[in-house]
T-cell receptor, first 111, second 113 residues
Framework: SQQGEEDPQALSIQEGENATMNCSYKTSINNLQWYRQNSGRGLVHLIL?????REKHSGRLRVTLDTSKKSSSLLITASRAADTASYFCATDYNQGGKLIFGQGTELSVKP | GAGVSQSPSNKVTEKGKDVELRCDPI?????LYWYRQRLGQGLEFLIYFQGNSAPDKSGLPSDRFSAERTGESVSTLTIQRTQQEDSAVYLC???????????FGPGTRLTVL
């Protein structure tokens, strides 16, 4: 399987703390994307990092990519209760747009 | 509408029946994707349409699954002779050809009794 792996599977933190989620994958990629899913329904695209990039920021989100270790991390700073959701990494292997998703990290932010 | 829409939002069917799930992508998006998500799992890629190219069907789990797309608009995912293991949320996404990052619909929750 080319599916990525994420850890932790579940993460529970207090509001204001930072949340870090990790994703590992198996083969060379063109880009890696992070998505958020609320209540098991539609996903929302958060951020994309290309294979030649090492770090990217968007608001309270920071994504890093280490292609030598085939891993990425998503950091959410100053978390809020509204950040409670499942977060998935997805890898684009062939520029065709087909994405391979990880199993996801379920984040719970307690007020 | 402004986003990807899917219908129905929920579908309950009996084992052995056929079901059709519909996806309306964002207007102008040439790429359309179908995924399946079982409870507590990540998304499994099913099929991908890109313009007039032959679809990438590599993720379809069996010949009971098929999908069609009319031009660059609506797509229908058909599951024949449904089985209980087909129970899942079926998600559709679309994207412009030149911009990676997919826009997802709300999904159809399929329950096979």
């Amino acid at each position: 399987s080319q599916q990525g792996e994420e850890d932790p599977q579940a993460l529970s933190i207090q509001e204001g703390e930072n949340a870090t989620m990790n994703c590992s994958y198996k083969t060379s990629i063109n880009n890696l994307q992070w998505y958020r899913q609320n209540s098991g329904r539609g996903l929302v695209h958060l951020i994309l990092i290309r294979s030649n990039e090492r770090e990217k920021h968007s608001g309270r989100l920071r994504v890093t990519l280490d292609t030598s270790k085939k891993s990425s991390s998503l950091l959410i700073t100053a978390s809020r209760a509204a950040d409670t959701a499942s977060y998935f990494c997805a890898t684009d292997y062939n520029q065709g747009g087909k994405l391979i998703f990880g199993q996801g990290t379920e984040l719970s932010v307690k007020p | 509408g402004a986003g990807v829409s899917q219908s129905p939002s929920n579908k309950v069917t009996e084992k052995g029946k056929d079901v059709e799930l519909r996806c309306d992508p964002i207007s102008g998006h040439t790429a359309l994707y179908w995924y399946r998500q079982r409870l507590g799992q990540g998304l499994e890629f099913l099929i991908y349409f890109q313009g007039n190219s032959a679809p990438d069907k590599s993720g379809l789990p069996s010949d009971r699954f098929s999908a069609e797309r009319t031009g660059e608009s609506v797509s229908t995912l058909t599951i024949q002779r449904t089985q209980q293991e087909d129970s899942a949320v079926y998600l559709c996404a679309s994207s412009p050809w030149v911009a990676p990052g997919q826009f997802f619909g709300p999904g159809t929750r399929l329950t096979v009794l």
